[in-house]
């Protein structure tokens, strides 16, 4: 599903990471650690497309990634793609149903609205339910955070690529929501690359592999 080889990226002139290579395959939940400023979040933002790397490729579902243009990539990126950002990009105007709803009315779906049972349904697996008509401004940051995993799983992708989703969440709170990630891997078959600190959220995974400066090597 995802294929990094010999990814380069520096901004400006200072370097941030080389030779880093990663597969994760179809239901497969892969977790990434590494310390900070080592350049997790800009491995996934390479990965999703949304920054450039310097050298390397990059395969995601069979497509090369560099080799389409941004439209190429934004397209690819909409229908293959659940991302969950460290910052939660959650759009402030709109309610925490219609951002939740969002991934489906960019694919075109008919169930695309917020009061749609699928989007319902991922409010109340990540312990949100009844909150749909709230306003991003009216949630806790853990509530935010939640959201912002409901929105990267509600169009079941096959790749997700979760930026340290639990960073903000009590111990509970935090196996709910990796419950539901793991659901996603392991019944509908997405393959996961989860950025985390927390030993719990690692030790749900099939696979743990460091970031370093000159690569990945397994932790
Ligand atoms: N847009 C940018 N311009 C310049 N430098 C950047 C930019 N984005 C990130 N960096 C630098 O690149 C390095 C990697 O940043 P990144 O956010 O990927 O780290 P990280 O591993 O995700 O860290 P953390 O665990 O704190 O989230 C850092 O040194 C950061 O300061
Ligand atoms: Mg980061």
């Given at each position: 599903?995802?294929c990094?080889?010999?990814l380069?990226?520096?901004?400006?002139?200072?370097?941030?990471?080389?030779?880093?290579?990663?597969?994760?395959a179809?239901?497969?939940?892969?977790?990434?650690?590494?310390?900070?400023?080592?350049?997790?979040?800009t491995l996934?933002?390479?990965?999703?497309g949304l920054?450039?790397?310097?050298?390397?490729?990059?395969?995601l579902?069979g497509?090369?990634l560099?080799a389409?243009?941004?439209?190429g990539?934004?397209?690819?990126?909409?229908?293959?793609?659940?991302?969950?950002?460290?910052?939660?990009?959650v759009l402030?105007?709109?309610s925490?149903?219609?951002n939740?709803?969002?991934p489906?009315?960019?694919?075109?779906?008919?169930?695309?609205?917020?009061?749609?049972?699928?989007?319902t349904e991922?409010?109340?697996?990540v312990?949100?339910?009844?909150?749909?008509?709230?306003?991003p401004?009216?949630?806790?940051g853990g509530?935010?955070?939640r959201?912002?995993i409901?929105?990267?799983?509600?169009?079941?992708?096959?790749?997700?690529?979760?930026?340290e989703?639990?960073?903000?969440?009590?111990?509970?709170?935090a196996?709910?929501?990796?419950?539901?990630?793991?659901?996603?891997?392991?019944?509908?078959?997405?393959?996961?690359?989860?950025?985390?600190?927390?030993e719990a959220?690692a030790?749900?995974a099939?696979?743990?592999l460091?970031?370093?400066?000159a690569?990945?090597v397994?932790?």
């Amino acid at each position: 599903m995802l294929c990094v080889r010999l990814l380069r990226k520096s901004f400006g002139d200072t370097p941030v990471f080389h030779d880093v290579s990663l597969d994760v395959a179809r239901g497969e939940f892969v977790a990434l650690i590494g310390e900070s400023g080592v350049g997790k979040s800009t491995l996934l933002n390479c990965i999703a497309g949304l920054e450039l790397p310097d050298g390397g490729t990059l395969a995601l579902a069979g497509h090369d990634l560099l080799a389409l243009d941004e439209g190429g990539r934004a397209r690819l990126r909409r229908g293959t793609l659940g991302f969950v950002f460290q910052a939660f990009h959650v759009l402030p105007h709109l309610s925490v149903a219609e951002n939740v709803a969002l991934p489906l009315l960019l694919l075109g779906r008919p169930d695309a609205r917020p009061d749609a049972p699928r989007v319902t349904e991922v409010l109340d697996a990540v312990g949100l339910r009844g909150l749909g008509a709230r306003l991003p401004a009216q949630l806790s940051g853990g509530q935010l955070q939640r959201v912002a995993i409901a929105r990267a799983v509600v169009h079941a992708p096959a790749l997700i690529l979760a930026d340290e989703p639990t960073g903000n969440l009590d111990p509970d709170t935090a196996a709910r929501v990796l419950a539901v990630l793991d659901a996603q891997v392991r019944g509908n078959g997405a393959a996961c690359l989860l950025v985390t600190h927390s030993e719990a959220a690692a030790r749900r995974a099939d696979r743990v592999l460091r970031l370093t400066a000159a690569g990945v090597v397994p932790a």
